[in-house]
């Protein structure tokens, strides 16, 4: 049983370029998110999606876009990456809400933006 | 601006002494508070929760104390082994969201 599994697990930009994280849990989870962990600042919510076809903003969406095309699959999208997004970013699956329901995380992809 | 304030950053521990983690917010939306432990290289992993209805929730060696009036919350790690150092993230949530505080990074002495 795989659980969250996140592609690529490193990258490394160029200032301007854009690409997509791709997502996928195998759970069957209805809610997944995308968190950005930086140093001194914990996890913070980019983006998530409570079912397929949805997507809401978090905590810290500017610069980014998602996709919820199919029920397992959550990609995270950089339109022209800067160096302020290099961090390590956390895809994460839940059966409901975070209240009571157990967030399973992927182990992260390392993104730098030169 | 951090919604959940987690001290201290940094701790080392003999093994066998105890661990303690304090949290605080100040958000009473809040009506969940779990801790996430995670090892370099890999994702958080969810230890121990709470409810803001009890006190105490206790998990083998790991105990949350939850104090509601003073918005508080701490996790304590009772003897603390090698194999227990790690990044332990607060964390609080309210609907949909899940608000993480900063860590703290715990190194067990052997």
């Known amino acids: 049983n795989a659980g969250v599994t996140q592609t690529p697990k490193f990258r490394v930009l160029k200032t301007g370029q854009s690409m997509t994280l791709l997502c996928a849990q195998d759970m069957n989870h209805e809610y997944m998110y995308w968190y950005r962990q930086d140093p001194g600042m914990g996890l913070r919510l980019i983006h998530y999606s409570v079912g397929e076809g949805t997507t809401a903003k978090g905590e810290v969406p500017d610069g980014y876009n998602v996709s919820r095309l199919k029920k397992q699959n959550f990609l995270l999208g950089l339109e022209s990456a800067a160096p302020s997004q290099t961090s390590v970013y956390f895809c994460?699956?839940?059966?409901?809400?975070?209240?009571?329901?157990?967030?399973?995380f992927g182990e992260g992809s390392w993104l730098t933006v030169v | 601006q951090q919604q959940v304030k987690q001290s201290p950053q940094s701790l080392i521990v003999q093994k066998g002494g105890i661990s303690i983690i304090n949290c605080a917010y100040e958000n009473t939306a809040f009506d969940y508070f779990p801790w996430y432990q995670q090892f370099p290289g890999k994702g958080p992993a969810l230890l121990i929760a709470?409810?803001?209805?009890?006190s105490e929730k206790k998990e083998g060696r790991f105990t949350i104390s939850f104090n509601k009036s003073a918005k508080q919350f701490s996790l304590h790690i009772m003897d603390s082994q090698p194999g227990d150092s790690a990044t332990y993230f607060c964390a609080a949530s309210t609907g949909y969201k899940l608000s993480f505080g900063a860590g703290t990074t715990v190194t067990v002495r052997a």
């Open positions: 709470i409810r803001p209805d009890v």
């Open positions: 994460a699956s839940s059966d409901g809400l975070p209240a009571g329901n157990t967030i399973y």
